[in-house]
């Protein structure tokens, strides 16, 4: 008997599973300033910059201000102002919203992204065979609303439900989140369904823990695979390795 016999939910993380980023931040960041006639500013600074900000942002107002009920356009603004201090370019005020603007419709768009080309037929394969697909990330609407049916994502052909931590309150990698897609997938129970992620903190730990299975996609050959793989961890390059995987006999 296939593993897919035993399945009646697959979850499934969403940047780095389904889509990626087309190249880096500091392309957008580049773009949003010369539109208004000013130099690029320093790549590696900016993203830098970023990844501090949006560190200490979701710290402090976790999933994109929930619980503060923040505007989301003020919960990025916030963020991508003080990438740019941190960066060094601490722009006046009008300067600063009209580049603001221009990189919030950026990647309010599916402009910055791709869909990688196994992901929407591994989702309807699954669909096919009479299997929920529920989506569960660490987003806010606009992927939901915007950019996932953009790309080619659409609720009723690639996926049936979305848990997103901007619109639940909770994110990966609280267990709660998983419990939430179990039960809106119609209380299945966690040995019937299986979570497919790339990270193992965010992903895989957390959905074992509600007696979930789950595997890990390396799709880019990193570091940790190899550790996770001598863990037992079943890890695999793609979503067609998935799809082989899942229709190959169990080994008693």
Known sequence: MSRLMNLRLITVDVTGTLIAYKGELGDYYCMAAKAIGLPCPDYKRVHE?????????????PCFGFAEKIPNIVWWKTCVRDSFIRAGYDYDEETF???????????????????????SPFLRWVRSN????????????????VILPALGFHQGSEWDFG???????????????YEMALERAGNIPPENALHIGDSMRKDYLPAKSVGMQAILLDRFQTQDAKSWKESGTIVLPDLRSVQDWLTSPQQL
């Open 163 to 177: 848990v997103f931590s901007g619109l639940e309150g909770v994110e990966k990698p609280d267990p709660r989140i």
């Open 130 to 145: 009479g299997i929920n697909v529920g989506l569960v990330s660490n987003a806010e609407y606009r992927y939901q609303d």
């Open 49 to 61: 910059g970023f990844k501090l900000a949006y560190k200490e942002m979701a710290a402090k107002h």
């Open 97 to 119: 919203e009209k580049i603001f603007r221009r990189i919030y419709a950026t990647f309010g768009s599916s402009a910055p992204y791709k869909a990688f080309s196994d992901a």
